[in-house]
C-alpha cells in the first residue's frame, strides 16, 4: 500500500476542515469552528487500480495568532494551498505559505484551491485572475466544501500528481 | 509518597511520562492515566516499549525533532504543538507531546491539553470572529466608497457633458487629457487614489468655457486681443463653477481649471504664477493638453507629426513646462501613445456619448 501525505495549508476560515470534511466523510457544516494545532486524518483512494492511502494533515489556518511550524511540513509529498475566494487577503496568505512550504521540503505538487463556490456573488477574486494563475502553470481548482463541488476532483488530481512527479 | 498517590498525581496532571529506549519504542514511567488506556489499552500489560509511532503519523513526525533534541541533549523542553488524536469511538483528544532530556534519560510527555485547549480554541475562536468580522466591515465601507465614487464621477460627466456641448472639442479629447494625467501622476508616484482622482478632474479642465460667448467660443479664425481676453476668462469662470466643494476631486479640479494655462516661468494666465506655485495637478495638465492639441487636427489647424509637436515642447521645457514633469511626460511618451491610439477618434462629440455615462472608466 502506498502512502503519502498531504497538507492542507492557508489562511483561517478558508474551509481547510471542511474541505477535508467533506471528502472523508461526506459530511459540512456551515458553523465556523477554528482549528487549533494538527489534525490529521486518512482516506484511501484508488488511481488506475492503485490504492492510496491518504494521510491528509489538516494544519490550523495560518494568521497573527497561531504561525504554521515548518516541521508540521516535513515528509509531504503534495499539499493544497486553500484560498477563500471571498476574500482576496487569503490569496497572498496562501502564496506566503507555498514559499515556505517550498522553503522547507522543495517542489512538490501542490493544487491551488479556491473554495467556497457556493457564495461566488461575494467572490472578491474574479475569474481572471485565476485563469492568469492557470495560465502561469499553478494547478487550480475551484470547490464548494458545502456542496461537495470540486472536492473530489481537486483531492484525485494532486494525488495523480504526487504518483506522478 | 506511596504508588496509589503517585498514580492520582499522574492522573491528575494528564501527563504520560515515557523513555524513549534504545530500539525507538517508550518505556512507560510511572502510572498511565485513563484517557491513554483508549488509544494504547495494551500500555499497561505490555513488558517491551510502546511503539507510538507506528499508531500516530504526528508523534512519527515529533520523534524525528525529539532524536535531534535527546542527541544534542537540549536544555529545557521541545513542544510538539497541539495535535488532536481521535480515539476508537471517534471522540476527539487535543494533546501535545514534549520531548526532554533527564538524567541521561530521553524522556517523552504526552499531555491531555483538555480545559486549557478548549479555553485557547475559545479565545482564538472569538479573536478570529472578530477579524471576519473587520474584514466584512472594511469591504463594506470599500463598497459604499465606491457608490460614492460613482455619484462623484457621474456629476463631474454631466458638468463636462454641459459645456462640450457647446464647444469644439471631442469626447475622445477629453478621455486623453483624463488618461494622460493620470498616466503622468502615477509616474510621478501619486497616490492611487489621487491618480484616480486627476483623470477625472482633468476633464473638467475647460468648464469655464460655458461662460464665454459663443461668437468667440465657435470662432474659427485667429481671436482678436479684446476676445483672447474674453476667452482667458474661462479659467477663473471654471474655478467660481468648481470652488467650495469639500470633495476632493472638485477641489482638485478647481485647481486645475484655475491654473492649467499657468506656465512655469509665468508668463501664464490667469494670475502668472510662477514655478510651484502652480499646483501640480495643473502642471500636469498643461503637458498633456499642450501635447494633444499639437498632435491632432481640429477645424482651425491641421495635426502636427508627433516628432514636430515634441520640438515645439521641448522649446516650451522650463517655460510653459515644469521640467520634472516634462522629463517624466518624455520618459512615459510610450503610454501616451498607447492612449492616442485606443481613443483616436476626433469626430465624436462627448454629448453623443452621454446616454452611456461611462466616459471617465478606464480602457
Known amino acids: 500500500m502506498i502512502k503519502k501525505k498531504i497538507c492542507m495549508l492557508g489562511a483561517f476560515a478558508v474551509g481547510k476542515t471542511s474541505l477535508v470534511k467533506r471528502f472523508v466523510k461526506g459530511i459540512f457544516s456551515d458553523k465556523y469552528l477554528s482549528s487549533v494545532g494538527v489534525k490529521i486524518d486518512k482516506k484511501k483512494v484508488i488511481i488506475e487500480q492503485q490504492e492510496v492511502d491518504l494521510l491528509l494533515w489538516d494544519i490550523h489556518g495560518e494568521d497573527e495568532f497561531q504561525k504554521v511550524q515548518r516541521s508540521y511540513l516535513r515528509g509531504s509529498s503534495g499539499y493544497f494551498l486553500v484560498v477563500d475566494g471571498a476574500r482576496r487577503a487569503t490569496l497572498n496568505t496562501a502564496f506566503t505559505l507555498q514559499k515556505r512550504t517550498e522553503e522547507t521540503i522543495g517542489k512538490v505538487p501542490f493544487v491551488l484551491i479556491f473554495n467556497k463556490w457556493d457564495l461566488k456573488d461575494e467572490w472578491e477574486i474574479d475569474d481572471k485572475t485565476m485563469d492568469d494563475l492557470s495560465k ?30 | 509518597m506511596n504508588e496509589r498517590m503517585l498514580a492520582d498525581l499522574f492522573n ?35 513488558k517491551e516499549g510502546l511503539r507510538l509511532q507506528d499508531n500516530s503519523p504526528f508523534l512519527e513526525n515529533f520523534c524525528i525533532d525529539a532524536e535531534s533534541f535527546w542527541v544534542g541533549k537540549g536544555a529545557g523542553r521541545l513542544k510538539s504543538g ?3 488524536e481521535m480515539d476508537p469511538l471517534g471522540d476527539e483528544y487535543a494533546m501535545e507531546a514534549s520531548a526532554l532530556c533527564s538524567r541521561e534519560k530521553k ?28 474584514e466584512y466591515l472594511e469591504e463594506e465601507v470599500c463598497r459604499r466608497t465606491a457608490k460614492i465614487r460613482l455619484r462623484e464621477e457621474e456629476i463631474a460627466l454631466r458638468l463636462v457633458w454641459a459645456t462640450e456641448s457647446r464647444d469644439k472639442d471631442t469626447g475622445a479629447h477629453i478621455r486623453r487629457i483624463g488618461l494622460y494625467s493620470e498616466a503622468l501622476a502615477k509616474a510621478l508616484g501619486w497616490e492611487p487614489q489621487q491618480a484616480d482622482d486627476i483623470r477625472i478632474a482633468a476633464s473638467m479642465h475647460d468648464i469655464g468655457k460655458i461662460g464665454i460667448p459663443d461668437k ?7 481671436l482678436t486681443s479684446e476676445e483672447f481676453e474674453i476667452m482667458k476668462k474661462h ?9 467650495g466643494s469639500d470633495i476632493p476631486l472638485l477641489q482638485m479640479a478647481k485647481e486645475i481649471a484655475l ?25 500636469i495638465v498643461a503637458i498633456g493638453d499642450v501635447y494633444d492639441a499639437l498632435v491632432h487636427s481640429r477645424i482651425y489647424k491641421p495635426a502636427k507629426p508627433e516628432a514636430n509637436a515634441l520640438v515645439t515642447m ?25 492612449i492616442r491610439q485606443e481613443f483616436h477618434g476626433t469626430e465624436t462629440m462627448l454629448y453623443l456619448e452621454r446616454p452611456q455615462m461611462t466616459l471617465f472608466r478606464r480602457p
Request: charged share 30%; proline share 4%.
Open chain 2, 82 to 84: 497541539t495535535f488532536i
Open chain 2, 259 to 283: 491654473g492649467h494655462h499657468e506656465k512655469w516661468d509665468g508668463s501664464g494666465y490667469p494670475r502668472g504664477l510662477t514655478g510651484k506655485a502652480i499646483p501640480e495637478s495643473a502642471r
Open chain 2, 216 to 222: 468667440i467660443l465657435s470662432k474659427a479664425g485667429k
Open chain 2, 107 to 134: 524522556i517523552l510527555l504526552i499531555e491531555l491539553l483538555g480545559t486549557a485547549y478548549e479555553d485557547r480554541k475559545a479565545v482564538l475562536q472569538k479573536a478570529r470572529e472578530n477579524v471576519l468580522f473587520r
Open chain 2, 12 to 46: 491528575h496532571l494528564e501527563t504520560v511520562v515515557m523513555e524513549r529506549l534504545d530500539d525507538g519504542s517508550f518505556r512507560l514511567v510511572g502510572c498511565v492515566p485513563n484517557w491513554f488506556k483508549r488509544f494504547y489499552p495494551e500500555a499497561v500489560s505490555r
Open chain 2, 235 to 243: 479659467t477663473e469662470i471654471g474655478a467660481k463653477i468648481l470652488e
Open chain 1, 136 to 165: 502561469d502553470g499553478l494547478m487550480v481548482v475551484k470547490t464548494s466544501a458545502k456542496s461537495g463541488q470540486g472536492v473530489e476532483e481537486a483531492f484525485l488530481t494532486l494525488t495523480r500528481e504526487i504518483l506522478e512527479a
Open chain 2, 314 to 338: 521641448t522649446h516650451g521645457n522650463g517655460k510653459h513646462f515644469d521640467p520634472k514633469i516634462f522629463e517624466c511626460f518624455l520618459r512615459i511618451l510610450p503610454t501616451f501613445r498607447i
